[in-house]
């Protein structure tokens, strides 16, 4: 399994090295990688290598909300379908950019919510290692 963060930020969030510490903790599930974009422009796009043969998870204010049960549900559903590498993005203050808007409309069911305020880094890294943490059996999340 390949997890991908992808966040649209233009400075440091203070919380780099709790960050650091549920990647390292995800890392025991599979690969996991973390990119900070600081000046995504829409001319530019997204790498290819994160809009080829990868699942998109866009996080929006408007998607789905999860609780951890649910959540590690649907990351195990899309492992189940064959979706080895995905990739979570995080937009900016000015929202998710229009490429990734699109490609997440092809996928299927990809827009999730944590509340109207967002999602910062560290809640994703947190919510996906719960996740898997549930999917396996673990006792992080009780």
Known sequence: MNLTIVSFAKRRT?????????????SGHGS????????????DGLPTRLLGNTYPVGLYI??????????????????QRGNSHLVFAIGGADGMPPVWTTRCANAGPCRVSRSP???????????LYRSLDILHGGNYHK
Do not use: I, M
Request: some cysteine; hydrophobic content about 40%; charged content about 30%.
């Open 14 to 26: 203070g919380c780099e090295e709790a960050e650091a510490e549920f990647v390292r903790r995800l």
């Open 32 to 43: 996991v990688t973390v990119e900070v974009v600081k000046n995504w422009k829409d001319k």
């Open 62 to 79: 408007d998607g789905r909300s999860y609780t951890s049960t649910t959540l590690a549900q649907h990351v195990g559903n899309l492992l």
């Open 117 to 127: 305020t967002g999602w910062p880094r560290l809640l994703l890294l947190e919510a």
